[in-house]
């Protein structure tokens, strides 16, 4: 069983930044791969930025160059730097951890990007 908690959410204006951390229960080097999904009240969660055992990273589109996932394996944590946010960027973002078969979640932690 691998226990995930976010934190790091809150309000910014647009054109901000705001750094998430996602602390794991289990050792990250043991996670096959560590992500961050978003969603929005009436649609699906969607990934938005990943990173594996090996160290390689993966975004969507829409955040590459503005965001940045990385990890600190001393502490078990994955971080997800965000910067230049905009109005669309507002969701609660999800912390995914898989290890083969199954696949947990965080809570959530709540991003509101708004003058």
């Known amino acids: 069983q691998v226990q995930l908690v976010e934190s790091g959410g809150g309000l910014v204006q647009p054109g901000g930044s705001l750094r998430l951390s996602c602390a794991s229960s289990?050792?990250?080097?043991?996670?096959?791969?560590m992500g961050w999904y978003r969603q929005v009240p009436g649609k699906l969660r969607e990934f938005v930025a990943g990173?594996?055992?090996?160290?390689?990273?993966n975004y969507i589109d829409s955040v590459k160059g503005r965001f940045t996932i990385s990890r600190d394996t001393a502490k078990n944590t994955v971080n997800l730097q965000m910067t230049s946010l905009n109005p669309e960027d507002t969701a609660v973002y999800y912390c995914?951890?898989?290890?083969?078969?199954?696949?947990?979640w965080g809570q959530g932690t709540q991003v509101t990007v708004s003058a």
């Open positions: 995914n951890a898989r290890v083969r078969p199954n696949a947990y």
């Open positions: 289990y050792n990250l080097l043991s996670i096959d791969y």
């Open positions: 990173i594996a055992t090996s160290g390689s990273t």
